[in-house]
């Protein structure tokens, strides 16, 4: 199947806010076809438009794994820095690549392990910042205003793993309810109908493999928080 996919979009992402970036032949730990597709995580992109549109000046993806959402933005948003923070080294080797492939190493700077003070640095030096945010339940450290005020200006897109930290996503509400407006974000289970542009040879696969496909293979019910400053 994964070849099918690639020929399918030309090694191209095929839809989406990253419609048209290439891609390598695999990803980090998370699923690669509907990353081809077009389709991964769909249900926060009117917010990654949203924050296109509004032109930040600093972006820190934090788990940015092979670069889907690093690369992404820095192709989208000429005039920004991206700083894509990745703990394992052979998923910043990869993001390198995909970087490379698109033709925007010199606008990512990728980093290791995402600290609370560098974040406090960076954002000490940026009026506004957008956060994209997964790392597997390490926003419960990473995202405390009482200890990071910058935070407060910031507009934050941030994946809950309440199934690693119990509470994790109320416990977020309540820290950035005083300076933020929030939404939450309920992924949508995927199925055969998402896999675009139906060929004769695709619809001869079945709905089961076409649902392998686009499935995302998340472990529970997924949801994120979308924080967006008042001021």
Same mark, same amino acid.
């Given at each position: ?15 989406? !806010? ?15 076809? !509907? ?26 993806? /934090? ?46 700077? /990728? ?29 419960? /450290? ?6 990071? !005020? ?28 005083? *300076? ?10 995927? =199925? ?5 542009? *139906? ?15 686009? =499935?995302?293979?998340? !472990? ?12």
């Amino acid at each position: 199947m994964h070849k099918l996919v690639w020929d399918h979009v030309g090694g191209k992402v095929a839809a989406g !806010p990253f419609k048209g970036m290439k891609y390598i032949g695999e990803s980090f730990y998370s699923a690669y076809m !509907p990353k081809l597709l077009g389709i991964y995580e769909r249900e926060v992109y009117p917010f990654i438009e949203s924050a296109i549109a509004k032109k930040f000046p600093v972006i820190l993806d /934090i788990g940015a794994a092979e670069g889907y959402y690093a690369c992404g933005m820095a192709i989208r948003c000429a005039d920004s820095k991206i700083i894509a923070f990745e703990g394992e080294q052979e998923a910043r080797k990869l993001n390198a690549q995909m970087a490379k492939i698109n033709g925007v190493s010199d606008r990512i700077d /990728i980093r290791g392990y995402c600290t609370r003070a560098e974040v406090k640095t960076i954002l000490a030096e940026t009026d506004r910042a957008l956060l994209i945010v997964d790392c597997e339940g390490y926003e419960h /450290i990473l995202l405390d205003p009482l200890r990071s !005020p910058d935070l407060a200006k910031a507009t934050i897109l941030v994946e809950c793993h309440d199934f690693l930290v119990a509470g994790l996503t109320e416990e977020l509400k309540e820290r950035f309810a005083p *300076t933020h407006d929030i939404t939450q974000i309920m992924a949508i289970p995927r =199925n055969a109908s998402e896999f675009p542009k *139906t060929t004769l040879y695709t619809r001869a696969l079945g709905n089961a493999r076409i649902t392998h496909a686009v =499935n995302e293979w998340r !472990p529970v019910q997924m949801w994120w928080l979308w924080m967006t400053p008042r001021k």
